[in-house]
């Protein structure tokens, strides 16, 4: 079963190993764990629903729980202090897009605000109801989700928008295709959500990011209904597909959307690689980029998230050995890790390896083989449940991700990781932080940074350390002139920063466009903007 306070299924838990949590309690301190409070406890917090009846409308208490937050550290807080605040009036799970037209139909007729709802796996508040007078209606697309039409030559699929990422991949495979996005919530997140929030997969460097793969598809809105045409291509004016990408729920409910899709890759292998330090990892990598080499994943670790997955990996004989052989090849404690991804046709496959091998030991890279890329490839989406057992141990982890050039990326790792760091110096509590960069363009790069701390017994103490970190961390992005989310979204928790990058006239535009479509101001308010 979905656990209601935590990531993933809760018959899957990720261990830590021994000597993985002495790492942490040398670096940071002994976790101390909050006590959670219990589903009874949760639930008795939820007020009755305001909602007029509805057949597609459910209310019991356990499904507005379970909708009234998403995964940012302040759900989790809330979830797990029992301090949800508002939950949602109701949840509607629609069939057709008829039926997502009749509920916004009821809303408009009885005054109720909707959430479009994927599957809540929004880090950033997207999907959590705001405190008001109006009733508010979740709509979960859960249901909507079968492939509709695959047009094989064109290689074109359309889906109902809430297909989840294993649905979707596993209909596709069935007809030997596939859309190569896999983020790392991809075995709850959706097709629709994916789209509501510009999501970046993470072989984005050989399929592309969400934008590049959304061909066209449906809105309903309050002001009506947009049919995008999925063409190969278009100069007939503004692309009206922009308006639905990053929307996060404010214009209507994306209800379908057609894809590009991929043949099945014949071979696909992960290999690691071992570089002296960040810098030639990050020549390395550059050169791999202009060469246009068809890769599909590059992941290159700072010398601190290095050293952290291999601690964490709790495999120590194994580790010893490896450690023995990179020094006497050279590599000491800077030593950075690049995962490097291939797919495609066999032999073109080993093509590429070579030539990218052949980059890497330009600047002194040294080839681990497949196992750590399998390795990774193994647990990618296994990770988030890590999330579970630091917290059970007393740690938070959060993350914070950028874009920008290259000529800008040593700055701006310095300056996150610097203000994450020092951050909570004050308090005197101190903070784990390393960094990779996961995805990448010929001209920059998206940069991920994790930071762990020590959770408060008192709720609201971790809050305020998780505000201050979280603050900190986006005015370096913003002072190194980086876009403020890669990935994640603006939702709540990054909308007070939007000004600075969209610029007055932007934000308006934005505000004018949202009018256009909900003249009302029905759905999703107070996210975006
Ligand atoms: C462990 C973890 C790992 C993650 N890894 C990644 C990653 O690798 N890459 C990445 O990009 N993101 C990642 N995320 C963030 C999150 O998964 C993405 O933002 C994802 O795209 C959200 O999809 P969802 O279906 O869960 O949407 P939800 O969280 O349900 O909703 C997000 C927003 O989209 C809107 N929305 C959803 N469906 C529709 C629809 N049909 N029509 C209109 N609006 C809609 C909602 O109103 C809301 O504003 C991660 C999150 C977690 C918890």
New binding site residues.
């Given amino acids: 079963m979905k656990r209601w306070n935590g990531?993933?299924d809760d018959s899957v838990i990720y261990p830590l190993p021994p000597s993985a949590a002495a790492y942490l309690e040398e670096l940071i301190g002994p976790g101390i764990t909050p006590k959670d409070v219990s589903l009874a406890q949760a639930l008795s917090a939820a007020p009755a629903s305001r909602l007029p009846k509805h057949p597609l409308i459910v209310d019991d208490r356990l499904t507005r729980l379970n909708h009234a937050r998403?995964?940012?550290l302040p759900d989790w807080v809330a979830l797990r202090n029992g301090q949800i605040g508002t939950f949602p009036d109701g949840v509607a799970y629609p069939l057709t897009d008829e039926d997502v037209r009749g509920l916004i139909r009821f809303a408009t007729q009885s005054g109720i605000h909707l959430?479009?709802?994927?599957?809540?796996?929004?880090?950033?508040g997207?999907?959590n109801p705001q405190p008001g007078s109006t009733p508010i209606l979740t709509?979960d697309?859960s249901r909507?989700n079968r492939l509709l039409h695959l047009d094989q030559p064109s290689l074109l699929a359309t889906f109902q928008?809430?297909i989840?990422g294993p649905d979707l991949e596993a209909q596709l495979r069935a007809k030997g295709c596939t859309l190569g996005h896999?983020?790392?919530?991809?075995e709850?997140?959706?097709?629709?959500?994916?789209?509501?929030?510009?999501?970046?997969?993470?072989q984005s460097l050989g399929y592309g990011?969400?934008e590049k793969l959304f061909a066209g598809g449906k809105?309903e809105s309050p002001a009506g209904s947009l049919h995008l045409p999925h063409f190969p291509a278009s100069a007939a004016g503004p692309d009206l597909r922009e308006l639905?990408l990053g929307?996060?729920?404010?214009?209507?409910?994306?209800?379908e959307?057609t894809v590009r899709v991929s043949p099945l890759p014949e071979e696909e292998a992960f290999h690691g690689i071992f570089f002296p330090d960040f810098d030639s990892g990050q020549a390395a990598v550059q050169q791999m980029l202009q060469a246009r080499l068809p890769l599909v994943m590059l992941r290159l670790s700072t010398a601190e998230e290095t050293a952290t997955t291999l601690a964490l990996a709790g495999r120590e004989k194994l580790l010893g050995i490896l450690e023995s052989y990179l020094s006497l090849r050279g590599l000491g404690k800077g030593k950075c890790l690049l995962l490097v991804g291939f797919a495609g046709k066999s032999g073109f496959v080993s093509t590429y390896r070579k030539e990218a091998l052949g980059i890497a030991g330009k600047f002194k890279g040294i080839h681990a083989g497949k196992t750590f890329g399998q390795e990774w490839h193994k647990n990618r989406f296994r990770?988030?449940y890590l999330?579970n057992t630091l917290w059970e141990r007393g740690y938070a982890v959060d993350?914070i991700e950028t874009a920008t050039e290259w000529s800008n990326v040593d700055k701006m790792i310095s300056y996150v990781d610097e203000a994450l760091r020092v951050a909570l110096a004050g308090r005197g509590e101190k903070v784990h932080v390393f960094t990779h960069l996961?995805h990448m363009y010929p001209f920059g790069s998206s940069i991920y940074t994790t930071y762990i701390f020590r959770l408060s017994e008192d709720a609201e103490v971790t809050i305020q350390r998780w505000q201050t970190l979280k603050n900190a961390a986006s005015r370096a992005i913003q002072k190194c002139g980086g876009t403020i989310t890669?990935?994640?979204?603006v939702?709540t928790d990054h909308k007070m920063y939007l000004p600075e990058e969209k610029g007055l006239l932007g934000i308006s535009a934005i505000e004018d466009l949202i009018k256009h479509f909900d003249p009302s101001g029905l759905?999703?308010p107070g996210?975006?903007l």
């Fill in positions: 990531w993933g998403g995964h940012s959430i479009p709802y994927g599957g809540g796996t929004s880090v950033v997207h999907i709509v697309m909507m928008a809430g989840s896999f983020p790392q919530s991809f709850y997140s959706t097709l629709g959500g994916w789209i509501a929030t510009r999501s970046c997969g993470q990011r969400i809105l639905l929307s996060e729920g404010r214009l209507g409910i994306i209800t959307a990770t988030p999330r993350t996961s890669h990935q994640h979204g939702g759905m999703n996210k975006l």
